[in-house]
Every structure is written in structure tokens, then in C-alpha cells.
């Protein structure tokens, strides 16, 4: 079956660096995307990759290795508004999003 | 950047009621729109994809007669709730892409509580 693995929750301390790890298992592979949603609001397209390697966009950055179903996305300079949920999302050979359940980072003064 | 505009945000309705819900893309053509339900601390349930002018395709678990999806334009697609009873209170979200394999654009969601 299709599935993705990502941690719960984590904490981190603000001005801190935190990975976020994504695992998945998917019927064929068009890519790997993270958003980043705040409590009560709307996903934010944060990244996407389909290429092995890593993708840096500011403080941000996302990493991907298509032999392991891998992914991380690494937040540098944690800021207090990084406080959110951030998911995982791999989509199929038929273009369809498989959804982690998402993992709630809390930033901590 | 294109948009996505859902309204209405937020709405309670009395159990029985219907409500309906709308997305509209702004500045492209919508083809294919996703419904998405969210329960609190949970991930993004996909429960309807519609194409336009044909007829969703609902996802297991999820009636169609009681969740009607139109898509009779491109840039235009509702979602009514029909006979909304209390454990049909979450949060919905509308999301569509101007081409495949490229970043999901989200409306803003709706906040459904029935009581």
C-alpha cells in the first residue's frame, strides 16, 4: 500500500537548526512536497522535489533521495513563527498526493 | 502567483441543514479541484476529486449523495454538505494546480461547525 512516516511532533529552540524526516512508499513517484500549515489555516507550499539532492530556499531546505523514499526538510534560524505543522506529501504515478499526517514542531524561547 | 478564494470561512448550521461551500480560481483555469476534510490533528483526508463538467470521483468512505460536488466551469467548483449532522464539523479545504506535478494551490478552507 501507499504510505508516509513522519514524527509527530518535535521541539526546537528558537535561532536553532531542525530536521524533519519523511519517509514514503508510493504505487510509482512524481515528486515529494512539504507545506507548512498554522493551526486553523490553510496548507503553504513550502517545497518540492523530484530529484535526488537538496534544494535550498532561504532559511529552508529540502532534501531528497528516491533509492531510500527519503526526505527531510531542514529549518535554519528557527524563528518563534516557525511554530506550525508541517506535512509530508508524496505523489503517485497517477499525479495523486499521498498525505502524511503531519509533524507539529514547537519553538521554544 | 494564482489564487484559490473559498468562502465562506467559517459557518455553523443547525444539524439537518445543508451548507455550501465555494471555491473559485482567480487567475487560471481549474480543470481538476480536490475536496480535502481535515479533523483536528489530522492530516488532509482527499475526499472528492472533480473534473469539470463530469462527475466527481469520491474516495472510499465518502457519500456522494451526501457530499455533491459541482464543477460546471473552470473556475468554479462547490462542495454542499447535504443533512449536515454534528460529526460532519471539521474544517474543508478546497485546492487545485494549474498543471501536473506542480505545488497544490489551497483556498483558504471553512470551518464547519453543526450543532
Known amino acids: 500500500g501507499q504510505n508516509i512516516d513522519q514524527p509527530t511532533e518535535m521541539t526546537a529552540t528558537e535561532g536553532a537548526i531542525v530536521q524533519i524526516n519523511c519517509t514514503y512508499q508510493t504505487s510509482g513517484f512524481n515528486g515529494l512536497f512539504w507545506y507548512q500549515q498554522h493551526a486553523g489555516e490553510a496548507p503553504t507550499f513550502l517545497s518540492y522535489n523530484v530529484l535526488d539532492g537538496l534544494e535550498e530556499k532561504g532559511r529552508f531546505s529540502s532534501f531528497l533521495s528516491r533509492s531510500k523514499g527519503y526526505s527531510y526538510l531542514l529549518l535554519k534560524e528557527l524563528q518563534m513563527k516557525d511554530s506550525a505543522s508541517y506535512l509530508c506529501a508524496a505523489m503517485d504515478s497517477n499525479y495523486q498526493l499521498i498525505w502524511g499526517a503531519g509533524t507539529k514542531l514547537i519553538i521554544k524561547p | 502567483g494564482a489564487v484559490v478564494s473559498q468562502h465562506p470561512s467559517r459557518v455553523i448550521c443547525k444539524s439537518g441543514t445543508s451548507v455550501k461551500i465555494e471555491c473559485r480560481s482567480l487567475?487560471?483555469?481549474?480543470?481538476?479541484m480536490f475536496w480535502y476534510r481535515q479533523f483536528p490533528k489530522q492530516s488532509l483526508m482527499l475526499m472528492a476529486t472533480s473534473n469539470e463538467g463530469s462527475k466527481a470521483t469520491y474516495e472510499q468512505g465518502v457519500e456522494k449523495d451526501k457530499f455533491l460536488i459541482n464543477h460546471a466551469s473552470l473556475t468554479l467548483s462547490t462542495l454542499t454538505v447535504t443533512s449536515a449532522h454534528p460529526e460532519d464539523s471539521s474544517f474543508y479545504i478546497c485546492s487545485t494546480t494549474d498543471r501536473e506535478n506542480s505545488p497544490l494551490h489551497f483556498g483558504n478552507g471553512t470551518r464547519l461547525t453543526v450543532t
Open positions: 487567475d487560471f483555469q481549474a480543470t481538476t
